[in-house]
């Protein structure tokens, strides 16, 4: 079961985690060389941030992939300011899963809630949002369902929208949740440091 491999896969991997400002950071490093940063509210356990990166053909790493949370911005001060103002009205795709549910929320989309429609490809396993006034158009994927293999099923999505903001859920499917739930059950029984990483129990 594709599941269940990729909950061995997550408890393989050499991890360690630290608890600071009221998350719970755990990194992940896989057996290919492939790294993953999670960060959970340390109270109510929900995934707030969730990042890939891995070595190129080289062996040097790659720029941090965002899967969940906000994409860190440019740094320098004035192109900071500049980019800023240049995107602020551009819409602005993130994800922001809950514990029942994957979730994206997009940004700076003024248009009617009827303009709008989210489906399923369940050819090219992704989803499409799209609207009547052909303003926007998105394709995005659920790497959580790929990783698991799990097939993509219209029923399980829903959107609403309210205050120029497109929030689009999808229902995390049995297989996925069960996975989430021994995973947190791991994460919980590690040791952590408050002052710096250090390496965590796996089983």
Not at 63 to 73: F, I, Y
Not at 114 to 138: A, H, I, L, P, Q
């Amino acid at each position: 079961m594709a599941a269940q491999h990729w909950l061995e896969s997550l408890r393989a991997a050499k991890k360690t985690c630290l608890l600071q400002d009221g998350r719970r950071k755990v990194h992940y490093l896989f057996s290919d060389g492939k790294e993953m940063a999670e960060e959970y509210d340390h109270k109510s356990h929900e995934l707030l941030v969730r990042k890939w990166r891995q070595k190129s053909s080289f062996g040097a790493y790659g720029e941090w992939q965002t899967e969940v949370g906000e994409a860190s911005l440019p740094v320098a001060g004035a192109l900071q300011t500049d980019f800023l103002k240049e995107n602020s009205s551009n819409p602005v795709f993130m994800r922001t899963d809950t514990k029942s549910s994957f979730r994206w929320r997009i940004r700076n989309l003024p248009y009617p809630k009827e303009v709008y429609s989210v489906t399923v490809d369940g050819k090219e396993r992704c989803c499409v949002v799209r609207t009547t006034n052909k303003k926007y158009y998105k394709k995005f994927a659920v790497p959580d369902l790929d990783r698991c293999q799990l097939d993509l099923d219209e029923s399980s999505l829903r959107f609403a929208h309210a205050n120029n903001t497109l929030i689009i859920t999808y229902q995390k499917p049995k297989e996925i949740l069960a996975v989430e739930e021994e995973l947190q059950k791991e994460l919980k029984s590690m040791k952590s440091s408050s002052e710096g990483d250090v390496e965590c129990k796996t089983q």
